[in-house]
């Protein structure tokens, strides 16, 4: 069902001024860098072993990150876990009671389909699905 934990999404008000603490002091490398506009963030990947760091900058007020920023400060936001066939997932964590933020999954960055768990439903921890596109494929 669950791979691995893809990576953690940490909320930053700035990517250019968050990056040199995790390049600079942690010597880690930027991956890459995009915008979701469905979500309104800036995305940045810091590769660090098998998994990711995912720094997430808010591109707006109404952004869902501008939201947690104002009410939580920066910080951790969420955990990805990567998982194979997500609209099979999502069934099976409601079958479970789980309830999900968006009973459908939607794209999020580097064309993976994502989908959230309420933090209610999770101990209050938002957890993401992920699954990423397979290599080579043209979908």
């Known amino acids: 069902m ?3 934990i893809d990576h953690i999404g940490i909320a930053v008000s700035s990517i250019e001024t968050s990056l040199p603490f995790y390049t600079n002091v942690l010597n880690l490398q930027v991956e890459g860098i995009e915008e979701v506009e469905s979500e309104k963030v800036r995305v940045a990947f810091i590769k660090i072993g098998e998994s990711k760091l995912e720094l997430l900058e808010p591109l707006s007020p ?3 990150i501008a939201k947690f920023i104002e009410k939580r400060g920066e910080g951790i936001h969420h955990i990805a876990l990567g998982v194979t066939s997500i609209e099979e997932r999502i069934q099976e964590i409601k079958e479970h009671g789980i309830r999900m933020l ?3 999954p939607k794209l999020g ?3 993976a389909k994502i989908a959230f768990m309420h933090p209610k439903s999770t101990g209050n921890i ?3 699905l992920c699954e990423k596109p397979i290599k080579g494929d043209t979908k």
Do not use: F, R, W
């Open 109 to 111: 960055a580097g064309g």
């Open 62 to 64: 109404e952004s869902p």
């Open 102 to 104: 968006a009973m459908e």
């Open 2 to 4: 669950i791979k691995k």
């Open 126 to 128: 938002l957890y993401e």
